[in-house]
Nanobody, 114 residues
Framework: QVQLVESGGVSVQPGGSLRLSCRASGFTFYRYTMSWYRRAPGKERELVATITNAGIRTTYADSAKGRFTISRDNAKNTIYLQMNSLKPEDTAVYYC???????WGQGTQVTVSS
């Protein structure tokens, strides 16, 4: 049974930092490319960052470049999203996803506000 459990979302002030985690189970994690997505209020879900199965290649949305870093620990079946220099427009529910697996977890809420 596939499970993706996101955590780490909190309320922070603009300019702050957060690290999100996504723990996976129920599939062969190290074989899958993984991504972080987000959905802001009133907007469609947006791809934020992607990391290949061995963690060699990463890609980012323009909005995340230079501020966010995606990483993974295959021994822990976990991916991370380090977010720095947070802006109010980063406010969203953040989700992780395994490419090719149609499953979405509950997400974790990030709120950036003064």
């Amino acid at each position: 049974q596939v499970q993706l459990v996101e955590s780490g979302g909190v309320s922070v002030q603009p300019g702050g930092s957060l690290r999100l985690s996504c723990r996976a189970s129920g599939f062969t994690f190290y074989r899958y490319t993984m991504s972080w997505y987000r959905r802001a209020p009133g907007k469609e879900r947006e791809l934020v960052a992607t990391i290949t199965n061995a963690g060699i290649r990463t890609t980012y949305a323009d909005s995340a470049k230079g501020r966010f870093t995606i990483s993974r620990d295959n021994a822990k079946n976990t991916i991370y999203l380090q977010m720095n220099s947070l802006k109010p427009e980063d406010t969203a529910v953040y989700y992780c996803n395994a490419h090719g697996i149609d499953y979405w977890g509950q997400g974790t809420q990030v709120t950036v506000s003064s």
